[in-house]
């Protein structure tokens, strides 16, 4: 027989969500005077994807360590020391082209450390990474007020172009994409998430798979800085700000739980962010624009998640404990060499 695929509820309100938000600030977008949806042109919907990218980037290494049970809130200051030193190195060398390795390495570095301390010395991810939030966003102002704005080089200048960053985001896409559905690392990374223990037990390397998962976030977060260097042509105190709320409110919006587990999938990275980028495009195109209107926004938007994701998250514990207590009332099967009457 053919095994009945079951859609669950937070499989389908990303969905739901996406549409929603879409279909409302396209009609809201509506220009009387020209008859056009302002929200469909090409060029609102280019521009949406190149600021969405930045966000998907970095969620991309983040979702390995969601899917674990586990959370990392400094890939937004993680991207901004990445980004200050690997400039301040290509000009202090005079090696403009080692601003991108220097960028990378800092930001694998600062994953490994997190790694680090999260798998090895068992401190909780959400405290350690909110201090090193804390501590390196005052090191990046520090640096920042030494060194002043420092402009991308010339000679990375290329990075600019949409269509390198395009190409450069659907390579990133593609390889993460892989790893996380159909490597070990990405099944081994869902099975923590659903019983740290139990994955153990039947041989999980779960120290490991929490090291390369939180390396895996700190290099997309480097990557991020690249993105956000092309962006915006220079560095500056307000780099990665309020990034990894971004980051989480993508992941969570798209529909997986705060404990992570099977209802992690890559899709649903991409579901999220672009409803995020939509909501902030929208509100630009309607004239909200305003900081305070759209903090508020995102926000709310961000409590409703978590509410519908702990709803969630106790109807899984609640269905999966009524069918342990199913298995452990049905008969044991008669042996085989039982007489059967």
């Known amino acids: 027989m053919k095994k009945k695929r079951n859609i669950s509820f937070h499989d389908v309100v990303p969905f739901v969500a996406f549409l929603a938000i879409f279909l409302f600030f ?21 521009t949406i994807l190149e600021q969405a990218m930045q966000t998907i980037v970095v969620a991309c290494g983040t979702l390995f360590v969601v899917s674990q049970g586990s959370t990392d809130l400094s890939v937004g200051v993680n991207l901004a020391l990445s980004g200050v030193v690997g400039v301040w190195v290509g000009y202090a060398t005079g090696m403009p082209y080692l601003t991108i390795p220097v960028i990378l390495l800092v930001g694998l570095l600062l994953g490994l450390f997190n790694g680090f301390i999260v798998a090895r010395l068992k401190v909780s991810s959400f405290m350690l990474t909110i201090a090193m939030l804390i501590g390196i966003r005052g090191l990046v102002n520090f640096i920042q007020t030494k060194t002043d704005v420092q402009r991308l080089p010339e000679e990375l200048g290329f990075l600019t172009n949409s269509g390198v960053k395009i190409a450069l985001f659907l390579v990133i896409l593609v390889v993460m994409a892989y790893l996380f559905e159909f490597t070990k690392l990405g099944r081994y990374s869902r099975a923590i998430g659903e019983n740290e223990n139990t994955a153990r037990f039947v041989g999980v390397p779960v120290t490991k798979m929490k090291i390369i998962a939180f390396c895996l976030s700190g290099l997309m977060a480097g990557f991020g800085a690249i993105f956000s260097l092309a962006n915006v042509g220079a560095t500056s ?80 514990k609640r269905a999966a404990s009524e069918s342990e207590a199913v298995g452990e009332t049905l008969p044991e099967p008669p042996s085989s060499g039982s007489k059967q009457y």
């Open 26 to 46: 396209t009609i809201a977008s509506y220009n009387s005077r020209t008859g056009t949806f302002r929200m469909l042109t090409l060029m609102n919907l280019t």
């Open 237 to 316: 105190q307000q780099m990665g700000s309020f990034l990894e709320m971004r980051v989480v409110m993508a992941i969570l919006l798209g529909g997986v739980l705060v404990t992570g587990g099977t209802s992690a999938r890559f899709y649903k990275i991409l579901l999220g962010s672009f409803s995020i980028q939509i909501i902030i495009n929208g509100l630009a195109l309607m004239n909200k624009s305003d900081s305070y209107i759209s903090q508020s926004v995102q926000g709310i938007l961000l409590l409703l998640i978590l509410f519908l994701s702990a709803q969630a998250g106790h109807r899984r």
